[in-house]
């Protein structure tokens, strides 16, 4: 069942341009209402249990690498359709190949330092939430 929530996390890279402002003025304005937030920085190893369905993947290890080098401002949003509406806000995973408007169009890098991070399931962004907030930081 779908629960209206979605996790998602401002990068380092957009954290570190000074993006942090402008991308949650977009997340709200979309609809999104903040439910959690915090900013922290991820140690390389909680960097790679996050992204743990990756490990087999090439870009593993520098994703990881990235995903620690900065604080972050991870977020958990409810909306409507949260999972889907999130990922169409924030655009294709290579900005190159993202929609204009979308977050990784106006504020993406590369295809690595992405902007911002958005579940791709209602179970992942339960299981995502979870590893950065406990029930009771949730609104
Ligand atoms: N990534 C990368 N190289 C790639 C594909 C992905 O560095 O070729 C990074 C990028 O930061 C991406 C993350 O790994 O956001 C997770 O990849 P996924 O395919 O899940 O993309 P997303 O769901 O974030 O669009
Ligand atoms: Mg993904």
Do not use: W
């Amino acid at each position: 069942m779908a629960t209206n929530r979605t996790y998602t996390m401002i990068k380092p890279d957009a954290v570190a341009a000074g993006n942090t402002g402008a991308i949650i003025k977009m997340i709200e304005e979309a609809g999104f209402r903040i439910v959690a937030m915090k900013m922290t920085q991820m140690t390389p190893d909680i960097a790679g249990k996050f992204y743990e369905v990756h490990k087999e993947r090439p870009f593993y290890a520098d994703l990881c690498s990235y995903m620690s080098s900065g604080p972050i401002v991870p977020m958990i949003l409810e909306k409507e359709n949260a999972v889907e509406d999130f990922r169409k806000l924030i655009g294709a995973t290579n900005p190159a190949d993202a929609a204009p408007g979308t977050v990784r169009k106006l504020f993406a890098k590369s295809i690595e330092a992405n902007a911002i991070h958005g579940s791709d399931s209602d179970e992942n962004a339960a299981i995502e939430g979870a590893f950065f907030f406990s029930s009771v930081e949730q609104n």
